[in-house]
Nanobody, 126 residues
Framework: QVQLVESGGGLVQAGGSLRLSCAAS????????MGWFRQAPGKERAFVASISWSGSSTYYADSVKGRFTISRDNAMNTVTVYLQMNSLKPEDTAVYYCAAARTYGATPRPDDYDYWGQGTQVTVSS
């Protein structure tokens, strides 16, 4: 059974940090590009960051560039993807989703991802 399970969300003050984790299991994700997306209330799901299967390439939305860092650990049975979020702002408040892509290129398009986690809430207070 394929599972992507996010953790690490919570409530933090503006300027603070959080580290999200996503554990992907149930099949081999070692050759899958992975991404983080977020969805704020009343808004569409938006790209945050992505990482190639080898970890050699990373991409970020302009709104998080320089503040967020995506990384991954390609263990044998479970791939873990991290999102280190620093200098958080109230506009970063959203549900954050981890996803596994079915294409290469660490694409920012949600339609290019076919496995999704349930999401973890991040709330940044001002």
């Amino acid at each position: 059974q394929v599972q992507l399970v996010e953790s690490g969300g919570g409530l933090v003050q503006a300027g603070g940090s959080l580290r999200l984790s996503c554990a992907a299991s149930g099949r081999s994700f070692r050759r899958s590009d992975m991404g983080w997306f977020r969805q704020a209330p009343g808004k569409e799901r938006a790209f945050v960051a992505s990482i190639s299967w080898s970890g050699s390439s990373t991409y970020y939305a302009d709104s998080v560039k320089g503040r967020f860092t995506i990384s991954r650990d390609n263990a044998m049975n479970t791939v873990t993807v991290y999102l280190q979020m620093n200098s958080l702002k109230p506009e970063d408040t959203a549900v954050y989703y981890c996803a596994a892509a079915r294409t290469y290129g660490a694409t920012p398009r949600p339609d290019d991802y076919d496995y999704w986690g349930q999401g973890t809430q991040v709330t940044v207070s001002s």
